[in-house]
């Protein structure tokens, strides 16, 4: 992997990655004509016990680009100045213009529940430089070359003080609330765990503390004994399958087999197996309805809060917006007052849709 | 309130409620042809520490409805019954048709993860008779009504030993979901206690067992004291607000001053309030673009498993679907891989919008 930091003119950190060499003469452009100073702050919710984030100066966007504007496509008008110049590179990673979480964040209000900057970082991750293809249909060793972007942005991330957890992701279609059609992720680098995470890794420390195993590696394991017939995808290294307890139609999750505690940790073989059940899920999911399948993507690994986490298997979950062809899955009461997903469907047929498409890679 | 138990030919059970006496002549029509034999079972998502409803029945509903027809209006052609027969009632409780959960569930699948029965109910509430109104713009009396229809389900569904927690709920509009118009809520009684209810009954009881006194109760105080600039309605006994620290943009509490466990704890003149409370939010709601607003809103009450719950109060949380006019809240990769929410806009700034709604009850 070749990597080029620069910096855009408001201060702004542009990193270009390539499977090849990148010339050291390329530059950072920045579309936006004022200065920015972000500022964020985090509330403590008392009765959830979590918090949430506040970022009001997102609302005052200045920019205002023209319609057929796209500014994660390689500038090609000086007058026009994109997020990312033109040139070799494959993958790009950005701080967000207008992040919720910063590390300028400063002077919280003082209000009647705790509250905190919203320090941390929001990076914008554009997958490449076409802005008509989708993650699926990257060749595979640009899929590839994207495990290790993620993994070196946990690394850095990671090791900054004020990250506890690093948090890729990529919401995609506009059923999700995408504007944005350029394929592209985002990275949330929080100051403290967060709740979903924070919930997934008590649960598996309780198990490893009892069997001296991880989690996720024993479900893996089996699934694989009992649950063949929701298997998507089996490497050597990396699998791919409908959870027996999927909450969401067509949900997905990929990882790796061994209980490795983030992509960072992963080995070459081991990056190669994740990028290829990777692209072959999304690859179903695109070919399921012959169109673009919409979903977020998250990954969850170990936070970066410097304890142990010999408890944490790094893995990806996918949620996608459908649950039938022309009937979306709404978040509803049940969902989002409960907690408790409610299925129509068991993941053995969802699993059965998607092992029926067929893929070549 | 007067009260009309009936049971439909398929054995699901209608209660009829009225302010005025109900004639003991009525009868419950019921819209199926087929017998319906619900079946649903619950599996363990180990990684989450939940459990997931599985009724794959619900997919395969024989009962296909002409266009117009309305099954949740009063049956006037006995040709075509719907749920509820004429006559002088003003709320109506059925057994949903398609029951996520149901006292019926048997014989749960043997799988890799834990899983049980899909016991516990699912009700429908029909608030109304007039299928052109809304839950806000019925009369101060029906709302006040319901708010006992509501205490008294809790009591009864909470009685019976397959039900741990009462979860009353409205899904409201097209955009959370909403196929059918007529006014009408939900209820869900669930066998165990909901992960969203349990999150925030440890959070109660930690602050009780510290304080002796409630969390929201002082949460209320400190409100009063230090945000009355967010509060939509303050009453002798009930209190509507924006919370200081809001998730969704709009979002509104509506509780008892005191700490109620639940509806059912209300004395009459707490119920007055508590009815008129939710009523201003909703006009309120309706009024800010002259148009219906979406939601979901939901019932946090004590569970009904048999344990003391010194440290609940009682209150409903109100989720709107729009943080702007033409603009939905998504709830995206951080919001539902991370469970960080993400707000563009101030608790303050909402309030404040609302704050200006004339509303007349």
């Known amino acids: 992997m070749h990597l080029l930091r620069l910096t ?16 050291d003469t390329l530059e950072a452009p920045s579309p936006g004509t004022t200065h920015v100073t972000p500022n964020s702050h985090l509330r403590w919710h008392p009765l959830r016990g979590e ?29 026009h100045p994109t997020e990312v110049p033109a040139g070799p590179w494959d993958v790009a990673v950005f701080e967000n213009l207008f992040p919720t979480l910063t590390p300028l964040a400063h002077d919280p209000p003082e209000l009647i529940v705790p509250t905190r900057p919203g320090r941390g970082a929001c990076e914008v991750v554009v997958f ?10 990257l060749p ?37 609330g995408v504007t944005l059609h350029h394929p592209h992720g985002q990275i949330y680098a929080y100051p403290f765990v967060p709740p979903v995470a924070a919930r997934e890794l008590a649960e598996q420390r309780a198990h490893y503390e009892r069997h001296g195993r991880g989690l996720l590696a024993d479900h893996l394991r089996a699934e694989i004994t009992h649950g063949p017939q929701r298997i998507l995808y089996q490497g050597r290294h990396a699998i791919a399958l409908v959870p027996v307890c ?14 490795a505690a983030s992509l960072a940790d992963l080995t070459d073989a081991e ?4 990028a290829r059940a990777l692209k072959i899920v999304l690859l179903k999911y695109d070919g399921l309805w012959q169109r673009p399948f919409p979903y977020i ?17 790094a ?35 969802k699993a059965a849709e998607l092992r029926a498409v067929e893929v070549t890679l």
Request: net charge negative; glycine share 6%.
């Open 8 to 23: 855009k003119r408001d201060g702004r950190a542009l990193i270009l990655y390539a499977r090849g060499p990148l010339p």
């Open 297 to 313: 993507m998250v990954f969850h690994q170990a936070p970066t809060d410097g304890m142990p986490h010999p408890e944490a298997h």
């Open 140 to 176: 595979l060793d640009h899929v590839r070359l994207l495990v290790d972007v993620w993994a070196q942005r946990y690394e850095e991330l990671g090791a900054r003080e004020d990250v506890q957890y690093v948090f890729p992701f990529e919401n995609r279609g506009v059923e999700v």
């Open 128 to 137: 490449t430089q076409d802005p008509s293809t989708s993650l699926g249909r």
């Open 51 to 79: 918090w949430v984030a506040y970022a009001s100066h997102r609302q005052n966007r200045t920019f205002l680009p023209p319609p057929e504007y796209n500014p994660l496509a390689p500038t090609t008008d000086p007058a």
């Open 246 to 259: 999927a909450r969401y139609p067509y949900e997905v999750w990929v990882a790796p087999l061994r209980a």
């Open 315 to 349: 893995h990806v979950e996918l949620y996608p917006a459908y649950r039938m062809q022309d009937r979306l899955k709404y978040l509803a009461g049940s969902e989002v007052g409960a907690g408790v997903f409610t299925a129509d469907t068991l993941p053995d047929d």
């Open 271 to 274: 990056r190669d197996d994740v």
